[in-house]
């Protein structure tokens, strides 16, 4: 609440308005995925591979299509053939064909009067397989040994010689990392692993899909991206794209995982087949975890080297990932991340990327930067430890700032690295006394941030109101904080300003809500929006006025005389432009499109104190704080809300969240018994700091917050284990037997 | 699917008898609609309790124990003060089954039938020395709540047989009873190790104890070793030490995704060692 009170200069920005869904989301009105119907509707299912890999031998619907009310079945035969790159792993990924690539691959599916028939006939839709070696584990899928899963898949980075499943290699870096060595007090060196998990979104895929014979189709469905599921739905059926309309529901979640498409693609074909009817499918839970993309999961090793003061002198990370039977895992953005938080005069990275018999991975929250800060802030940790320095004492002394180099190559503009680990160093947290069996965690972590193509248009109605349609869903509040920085902009209130997410007809294309830019580049464009509407409202005043447009300001919701006529006339208000507008010049509007520049990037610093049981190695967090630079906070509590979001996630992956794949291959925990993401009274209230660098970039100063959040509780809480018991995790989950085993190493019992 | 709402058990009983496919009763209906809803079993007969006169009663038997109804919710259970009074380990057993939402529902009877290893209640229904009502078409016999289930969903119930009401015996003075499990969350998952000791004290020696495990071993067990080895003692350092070693050979559990063989194993121990100071507690009246 302090915060409303540290922008003086504004009137709306940094307070904590109610957000416009919260109503609708409360009272059950509020309509997601599943929630759409449309006349004459049919129900989907899909038929998956009960099988890791296996040759698919025969196909055969007779017995389900002879059911009364089946409308159709589609299999790959269904889809166009010779598609290339992204768009044929997304054809690929939907719909097996020659070969089911994973437990929960789909290879046909089914549309029915209703979704207990459509369950019903895809039991009876008859699949012949032949089972074929397998591997899901990364270290073993990069064996040169290990089943060969796309032979050919590799691209031409691979060198030649490299283990079949290799499909990607890259090394950069810079300075002499030899002499970087040589310079250290102390060179450590460790591997570390982590486990794929998934976003977790409460709300399960969903659609309703419409293509008639014309190759004209509409889609309702819950996505992070309405371009998105359009142009990969076009690309997957070989539909012109325009003539695809996407409207995005509410949505339930997605954190990166609804970004592409799975079941969107087989819902248009089912439709085509059945003759144009609109077809819904909804996912199970035990689907999303068997069939959606979770992360990657990593193998990696790090090298640090440390002088004796704490100063760091060359770091080397050499990361393995496996995001599945396709290409895409987030390797690039891990090795980028990996030492991003540090001035080093020498570094090195190396990426393979590798294939396993999972689901294709899709991005979830800060791609790869939680499994690399594992690494390599789990390492600092641990020579830290070893040269008795506090953990935040060494943060700062290698600490980027503004100007510096970056690990991965550019110099960094304004960021607040700095003013993160000065702040948590000063939370009461920091110097909580701490008992028998309890530890204390320190990590930092970064995101780059995006922008993307953006189109926004805004429009002032009849009454001086302002309506703003965007493109990206409000996964996060981003509603509320676009509607606070229009109203902030034109100086009306709040409540004047409604914020529509449209559909694809609407706009120009869209990015998603992803790389924590919805805050960034669709309010910086709404923002320039409104500030045509601004300038045509001053050029309808000074019309009326008869003085020129350049001599009119526009303060407080009003066009005023300004310079040799300021005062002459009374000020003219947003109500009196809107409602003389049909007379005076027609509609007034604004809107943009295009690449929003001066993205700012993220740094966050998270202290965490853990007490663990010494004879069960259950750990419960005690105190968890979140540090991080929100270069503006628009809407403080959704920020907060980002915060211990991306917290509460990385607790999870920490501690208890993994894929638990059989020795058959199959996914053994597809649902949330078992698949175990916190519950709520797991967690603590978790503490935020807002730290505020203005990103000069926006106009407002925002930076993208959504994805930070997720990156140092991987480390912070390792870290914490390692304080409490003594015992070093480098593998992850850090569940109850695993920490028990690693503490009864370290006690020889 | 024929869903059936029988006023009596002697016509549930005849429902069961008669029907030919797979039946299943419903009392609280949040295992068997669980597992319908997921395919995993889709009866031909659904016979629901709920409408048989008495089955949501808690009731004192003439003997000064406790007759439960078997569509008696974990919920009730634990509003009941008297009961948690007299078998408190036998309450928050069954209180840690599920969310609240599942608690307005759950049963013991349920729980129980359900033939989990990992069951949250039986361990301490176990120890308590609870006994079930059995009719069927064979008439009516009494049960030891250990002798029902019979390895992982399966119990010693025949076709259509089925429980009336669970009986818990006299408290009697210097007793106290505990049940833990051990999950990974706090809440809302399915117990890698359970529980549950019973015990009655004079002065402050152990007269009679009973120790039960579950999900260490293809049923709960009843672990008489464990209940010697603390028997005759005050629950000093040795009893306890020598309680852990017991309960850790008796458990004879797999490794599984919710936890491996030897870890269960040592949890076992542990868990025994912290339900006995906690049953001992409340057997003092230091504990609630």
């Known amino acids: 609440m302090a915060k409303d009170e540290m922008n003086p200069a504004f009137k709306l920005i940094g307070t904590r308005v109610l957000r416009p869904d919260g109503l609708d989301k409360v009272t059950g009105r509020a309509r997601y995925g599943a929630d759409f119907a449309a006349p004459g509707m049919l129900f989907g299912a899909a038929v998956r591979s009960p099988h890791a890999h296996a040759r698919i031998k025969r196909i055969d619907a007779t017995r389900a299509l002879a059911l009364d009310g089946v409308k159709a079945v589609v299999t790959r035969a269904d889809f166009p053939t010779g598609l290339t790159g992204e768009d044929w792993n997304l054809q690929e990924n939907c719909m097996a064909g020659d070969v089911a690539l994973y437990d929960g691959h789909a290879v046909a599916a089914v549309a029915a009067t209703s979704a207990l028939l459509a369950q019903d006939a895809a039991k009876l839709i008859e699949v012949e397989y032949e089972p074929l070696p397998h591997v899901t584990d990364v270290d073993d899928a990069i064996k040169p040994d290990a089943p060969a899963i796309r032979p050919g898949a590799a691209d031409h980075s691979v060198p030649d010689g490299m283990p079949p499943n290799v499909v990607r290699y890259f090394e950069f870096g810079h300075g002499d990392l030899d002499a970087g060595f040589a310079e250290a007090d102390i060179v450590r060196a460790q591997t570390y692993r982590t486990e794929a998990t998934h976003q977790g979104y409460i709300e399960p895929q969903a659609c309703v899909g419409q293509l008639g014979a014309d190759g004209k189709g509409e889609m309702w469905v819950t996505t992070q991206g309405q371009w998105y599921v359009r142009w990969m739905c076009a690309a997957v059926l070989g539909l012109e794209t325009a003539q695809l309309r996407v409207t995005p529901s509410e949505i339930g979640g997605g954190f990166g995982g609804k970004t592409t498409v799975f079941i969107e693609p087989l819902s248009l074909a089912l439709s085509r087949k059945a003759g144009g009817k609109p077809v819904k499918l909804v996912m199970s839970r035990s689907d999303v975890l068997r069939a959606t993309g979770p992360t990657a999961s990593a193998s990696m090793d790090v090298k640090i080297g440390m002088k004796a003061d704490g100063t760091m002198t060359a770091g080397r990370a050499e990361f393995r990932m496996q995001g599945g039977a396709f290409p895409g895992s987030p390797l690039n953005e891990a090795l980028e991340c990996a030492f991003a938080a540090y001035k080093l005069p020498a570094v090195e990275h190396i990426g393979h990327e590798v294939l396993a018999n999972r689901p294709k991975a899709a991005a979830y929250r800060a791609p790869g930067a939680p499994m690399a800060a594992f690494a390599v802030e789990s390492l600092v940790d641990e020579i830290a430890r070893e040269l008795g320095l506090d953990p935040i004492a060494v943060r700062l002394k290698n600490a980027v700032r503004e100007g510096d180099r970056s690990s991965y190559g550019p110099r960094y503009k304004s960021i607040g690295l700095v003013e993160t680990l000065e702040a948590a160093k000063a939370h009461a947290n920091y110097a909580a006394p701490l008992g028998p069996n309890q530890g204390r965690g320190v990590a930092t972590g970064y995101w780059f941030n995006h922008n993307g193509d953006t189109s926004v248009s805004m429009a002032i109605a009849e009454d001086g109101t302002a309506q703003v349609s965007v493109g990206t869903p409000d996964i996060g509040g981003s509603r509320a904080s676009l509607g606070l920085m229009v109203a902030e902009t034109l100086g009306i209130p709040y409540e004047h300003v409604r914020v529509n997410v449209v559909e694809t007809g609407a706009l120009g294309i869209n990015e998603p809500s992803h790389g924590s830019r919805a805050t960034f580049a669709s309010g910086k464009a709404a923002v320039i929006a409104t500030e045509q509407a601004i300038a045509e409202m001053c050029r309808r005043a000074a019309a009326e006025w008869g003085i020129e447009p350049e001599a009119v300001d526009w303060v407080e919701g009003a066009a005023q005389p300004a310079g040799p006529n300021a005062g002459k006339f009374p000020p003219m208000k947003i109500a009196e432009i809107a409602g003389q507008m049909s007379s005076t010049g027609g509609p007034i509007a604004g809107h943009y499109e295009g690449l929003p520049e001066g993205v700012g990037a993220s740094f966050g610093t998270h202290v965490v104190d853990v007490e663990v049981d010494p004879e069960t190695g259950r750990t419960t967090i005690l105190r968890y704080l979140v540090v991080q630079d929100a270069g503006r906070a628009i809407h403080p509590a959704y920020v907060e809300g980002q915060f211990q979001g991306g917290a509460a996630q990385g607790i999870g992956w920490a501690l208890n969240e993994a894929y638990i794949y059989g020795e058959d291959g199959r996914l053994q925990n597809a649902g949330f018994l078992d698949y175990r993401i916190p519950v709520a009274c797991d967690l603590p209230m978790i503490d935020t700091v807002i730290v505020e660098v203005p990103n000069p970039g926006h106009p407002y100063g925002v930076r993208g917050v959504g994805e930070t959040g997720i990156t140092p509780p991987l480390p912070a809480v390792a870290n914490a284990i390692a304080a409490a018991t003594g015992a070093r995790l480098r593998r992850l989950p850090m569940n109850p037997p695993a920490v028990l085993a690693a503490i009864k190493a370290v006690r020889g019992g | ?288």
């Open chain 2, 1 to 288: 699917m024929h869903y059936h709402t029988p006023a009596s058990f002697e016509e549930a009983v005849r429902i069961a008898a008669s029907a030919g496919g797979v039946t299943r009763f419903l009392a609280g209906g949040t295992d068997v609609l669980v597992q319908l809803r997921a395919g995993a079993v889709t009866p031909d007969d659904l016979i629901d309790l709920k409408h048989i006169p008495g089955v949501h009663d808690i009731a004192a038997t003439p003997q000064g124990g406790w007759r439960i109804g078997v569509a008696v919710s974990g919920a009730e259970l634990g509003e009941h003060a008297a009961l948690k009074r007299d078998w408190p380990g036998v309450v928050e057993a069954m209180e840690l089954v599920g969310s609240t939402q599942v608690q307005g529902r759950a049963t013991l009877t349920g729980n129980l039938c359900n033939g989990s290893p990992a069951a949250d209640s039986v361990p301490a229904l176990v120890a308590a020395g609870a006994r079930v009502a059995v009719t069927g078409p064979q008439g009516s016999r009494e049960m030891a709540v250990e002798q029902v289930p019979t390895g992982p969903g399966k119990t010693a119930l025949g076709p259509g047989d089925l429980i009336t009401a669970i009986t818990l015996p006299p408290r009697g003075a210097g007793g106290g009873d505990a049940y833990q499990r051990f999950i990974p969350r706090t809440e809302m998952d399915i117990a890698v190790v359970g529980c549950a000791v019973n015990l009655t004290l004079e002065g402050d020696v152990i007269t009679q104890a009973r120790v039960a495990l579950g999900a260490v071993a293809p049923t709960v067990m009843l672990v008489p070793e464990a209940a010697e080895a603390i028997i005759s003692t005050t629950l000093d350092s040795d009893a306890l030490e020598a309680l852990v070693k017991v309960a850790r050979s008796a458990a004879r559990p797999i490794s599984d995704k919710r936890g491996t063989a030897e870890f269960r194993t040592d949890i076992a121990g542990v868990l025994a060692r912290r339900v006995a100071e906690l049953a001992y507690a409340r057997a003092k009246g230091r504990a609630k």
